[in-house]
């Protein structure tokens, strides 16, 4: 078989961004052929937003399973809106979560990591609702440190705990679902992505997005949590071209505003080892 | 097409290279000193490593950059493989950090499966250690293609040209044995940052690529798109009344239009259309896209199974049950001869055992020798036997060819075994291979008091074959023998239920009720098989299947007797042809020759039992 035959089309050649969306195609093809009942976790963010925008190229333009939004009820206005919209224009199944109020976290975690651990809560009691084998999350690897040591199929113990010294092999594509009852598997098929790929194939491919990502009056959201535990950065790219532009010129960590991986050395992995994305 | 050959707008992938060695001869501190001389960290980095290290009262540990997890800082080891993104020049790079600790190598093999290049870090004191050949040899078994040796804490040689030619010398000599080529041997000081992105002032003899310039030399992936067609079926997928074949294509190139073989199976169909979702419509997709089929018929091919070329477009893929593997073993018991396992090959799984460990390595000389087990960690030659032939190209270094995984019935991953090709049938062997039980014969004999054994009782219908087993089954039991009945009835209503009475599925249903058996006798029981049976090929079958012990029996009545008796008005129904292929009436019956024992079943089943009773008793002492 010649490429080089004359009148016959050749494939197009893949660039970074083609192969890491093929490969997020495959994991999330797979964890919806292994892992029964399955759910997407949608935070309303830019790489939620891109994980639902892939399942929808794995499956020919549908969700075939339902997404999961874990309500704080401190998201910003913009995102609840932005939630009703597309939940419709998407044709999404979304099932909401509610979490407990504050006081019934454990109050030895620092104050914002004990705020986002009641998403941690949330979600467990949604996970154990549904009974769901897979949970679908958008973290990267590029995000924080702890993150990095992930597995692609990361497999949660009873009480949702990730036995972060005793991960699976993964390697050729191969992922480990063992399964006991109470067990689920989180599934990361943004793992090796980066914040400017993410931002290159919102690009590209013209992925809607909260407005709360680009600059007003000089500031931005570059992450988004809760409104009481992000801050926006200084910015004034207002556009999808400018935010790249920056992230190019940019070495600060991504989730600088995130108040809660500040607190201590070890505050993210204990919220991480709880359940937290 | 290599990535060097993409128009300049399309951007290559970030190449992955992985950094292994033994504990402690310098791969955090590496890739801490790596990031920082090529600009890589974050801003906000470099200030927490000074501030973790001020914390512990030391100067600057570039190591504390990748001990992220605060386990490890606890440990002072690496926990499991991290991967960091850097560049240099105008190309992009991930390291994967692998850990040296011995018992972490699942999570170094995690790290390295899709790297590149590897830098293999040695201490140019110590030299190559334990950690050092096992991880060199996996470099070999996953298939890295390029290899650099960074020869660090050269400072400790003084950089002195002799001492470190020697070095040099012994790394190249072991590497050799792995056939691994060395494409650079850099002496260099990751601490002090010699050679690393900077020329080393204390080597001025050393005319050799940095380490920076060696990988930046570090080739492109090779391409995958000049070779034969494959795609593993991932899912078949059913929306709005189209049927999708979803899948990953691993190598060649396919159009709409093409002809296509499926699986094992072979069933030939043409690709109608290649489907995308909001992407350019193009008739054509190459290796490493994800996409979906619509086929013309509109077959359903399972999961796992390949699609290829028609024969004479390419090299067909092998097909065979019994495959050659190189395997390295990542279960913490070791692996026995007669373990089953699912074999895992990209989106097909198969039931294998493991028919012989034909070589293992040995890490202390990297030598082959016959072994009975492969310890944990370890590295070996296998025979896999599969239930029924696969279809798979051999592994090649750089592909995704053959890349097998070992999966236990717990759903973990236990093992690679990179499928090498078809292995020979050993002389005088046939494809059934002995569980090795820890209890043997004798064990079983000394505690039971009698040997496990199958007794094949086969006869017209009517002849009173499962009346007379169950009978002598109720005698031997009485008398302390461990014996059991598998009757035709009985199968058939469940193990069997999926089958009918076709030449093809009788002969299935004496094949799994023989391999019942023989698990059966091989714990020790004694087993009375009542199966009409009627081809004498078939039952040679189970013969073989169940081996040492099998007793044939024929259990002896006329047709016309059994007609009268006709206790379950089957063969009123059959002459009524309300039963088609009945044994007797439309269906043949052969009389075994030569049968071990004969019973007259004229007579009354309770002398039959008698006899056969006395029969079993004089078999098993």
Excluded at chain 2, 415 to 422: I, Q, R, W
Excluded at chain 2, 517 to 531: D, K
Aim: include cysteine.
């Amino acid at each position: 078989m010649s490429l080089a035959t004359p009148g016959v089309v050749s494939p197009r050649a893949m660039d970074d961004l083609d192969q890491l969306e093929a490969q997020s195609i495959f994991v999330l093809r797979e964890a919806y052929r292994k892992l029964r009942p399955l759910s997407l976790l949608w935070s309303l963010g830019k790489d939620s937003n891109v994980m639902v925008w892939l399942a929808r190229k794995a499956f020919m333009g549908r969700v075939p399973f339902p997404v999961m939004h874990v309500d704080t009820g401190k998201k910003f206005p913009e995102m609840y809106a932005f939630r009703e919209e597309y939940t419709r224009k998407w044709n999404l199944d979304l099932m909401l979560g509610d979490c407990p109020p504050v006081e019934e976290i454990d109050p030895s975690l620092p104050p914002a990591a004990r705020s986002a651990a009641r998403k941690t809560a949330g979600l467990a009691s949604l996970i154990e609702k549904h009974k769901l084998r897979g949970v679908i999350a958008g973290i990267r690897r590029d995000e924080q440190a702890t993150r990095a040591k992930e597995r692609v199929f990361s497999p949660r113990g009873a009480g949702h705990r990730w036995d972060v010294r005793n991960q699976p092999p993964e390697f050729w594509d191969q992922y480990a679902t063992p399964y006991e009852d109470g067990m689920h598997i989180r599934v990361h098929p943004l793992l090796s992505w980066r914040e400017i790929d993410i931002w290159r194939y919102i690009e590209r491919e013209n992925i809607p997005l909260v407005d709360l990502y680009f600059a007003k009056n000089g500031k931005r959201y570059r992450s988004l949590g809760d409104q009481d535990i992000t801050s926006p950065i200084d910015s004034d790219a207002s556009t999808l071209a400018e935010v790249i532009a920056e992230l190019e010129a940019s070495k600060t960590s991504e989730r600088a505003g995130r108040a809660m991986d500040h607190e201590s050395e070890d505050a993210f992995e204990r919220l991480r080892v709880a359940g937290y994305l | 097409m290599t990535t060097n050959d993409l128009p300049p707008s399309l951007r290559a992938a970030a190449t992955p290279i992985v950094i292994v060695g033994h504990v402690d001869h310098g791969k955090s501190t590496l890739i801490g000193r790596l990031l920082y001389d090529t600009d890589s960290l974050q801003d906000g980095k470099l200030a927490q490593i000074v501030e973790s290290s001020r914390k512990r009262g030391l100067t600057v540990e570039w190591s504390f950059l990748l001990d992220s997890l605060q386990i490890e800082r606890d440990q002072g080891v690496t926990v499991d493989s991290t991967r960091i993104p850097f560049h240099l020049g105008g190309r992009e790079f991930v390291i994967v950090d692998a850990p040296g600790h011995r018992q972490f190598l699942r999570n170094m093999i995690t790290g390295a499966a899709d790297a590149e290049a590897a830098v293999l870090v040695v201490d140019a004191l110590e030299g190559a250690q334990e950690q050092t050949r096992r991880h060199a040899m996996l470099l070999r078994l996953i298939g890295i293609r390029h290899v650099i040796v960074l020869l660090n804490k050269s400072d400790l040689l003084d950089f002195d040209q002799e001492r470190i030619a020697q070095a040099e010398t012994d790394v190249r000599a072991l590497l050799g044995r792995l056939e691994i080529t060395v494409e650079a041997f850099v002496p260099a000081s990751a601490r002090d940052g010699d050679n690393i992105a900077s020329r080393s002032e204390r080597a001025p003899w050393y005319t050799g690529p940095t380490l920076v310039e060696a990988l930046a030399a570090v080739p492109a992936p090779a391409s995958r798109l000049a070779l034969d067609f494959r795609m593993p079926v991932q899912d078949v997928y059913r929306f709005d009344d189209v049927r999708y074949v979803a899948g990953r294509i691993d190598r060649g190139v396919i159009r709409a239009g093409d002809r296509i073989m499926i699986g094992v199976q072979g069933q030939q169909a043409t690709v109608a259309e290649i489907c995308r979702w909001h992407a350019p419509e193009t008739p054509v997709a190459g290796a490493g896209e994800s996409i979906a089929l619509r086929l013309e018929p509109d077959l359903v091919p399972d999961r796992g199974d390949l699609l290829f070329p028609v024969s004479g477009a390419g090299e067909p893929p092998l097909k065979t049950a019994r495959i050659r593997t190189r395997l390295f073993w990542l279960r913490s018991e070791p692996l026995r001869v007669g373990e089953s396992f699912t074999l895992r090959l990209s989106t097909a799984e198969h039931d294998v055992t493991v028919a012989s460990i034909d070589a293992v390595v040995d890490l202390d000389d990297l030598t082959l020798a016959p072994g009975e087990e492969v310890p944990p960690d370890g590295f070996a030659e296998v025979t896999l036997v599969a239930a029924h032939a696969i279809l798979f190209d051999p592994f090649a270094p750089g592909y995704s060819d053959g890349r097998g995984v070992l999966v236990d019935r717990f759903q973990r991953i236990v093992g690679g075994a990179p499928l090498l090709g078809e292995a020979e049938l050993p002389e005088g062997t046939h494809a059934i291979h002995p569980t090795a039980s820890r209890v043997t014969a004798l064990q079983r004999r000394a505690l039971q008091g009698h040997e496990g054994a199958v007794f094949w009782l086969t006869g017209l219908p009517g002849s009173g074959k499962s009346t007379i087993a169950r009978l002598v089954e109720k005698d031997l039991v009485a008398s302390g023998v461990r014996a059991s009945v598998l009757d035709g009835d009985t199968l058939r209503a469940g193990l069997c239920a999926d089958l009918g009475f076709s030449p093809e599925d009788r002969r299935e249903n004496i094949r799994r009720a023989a391999h019942v058996a023989r698990i059966l006798a091989e714990s020790g029981q004694v087993v009375i098989v009542a199966l009409v049976s009627p081809l004498a090929e078939d039952r040679a079958l189970a013969s073989q299947i169940v081996g040492e012990g099998f007793h044939e029996i024929h259990v002896d009545a006329s047709l016309a007797l059994c007609e009268t008796r006709d206790p379950k008005g089957l063969y009123a129904a059959a002459r009524a042809g309300r039963i088609p292929d009945f044994t007797g009436v439309s269906a043949p019956y052969d009389a075994p020759a030569a049968p071990r024992l004969r019973i007259d079943a004229t007579g009354s089943p309770e002398s039959a039992a008698e006899a056969l009773g006395s029969f079993i008793t004089t078999r098993i002492a």
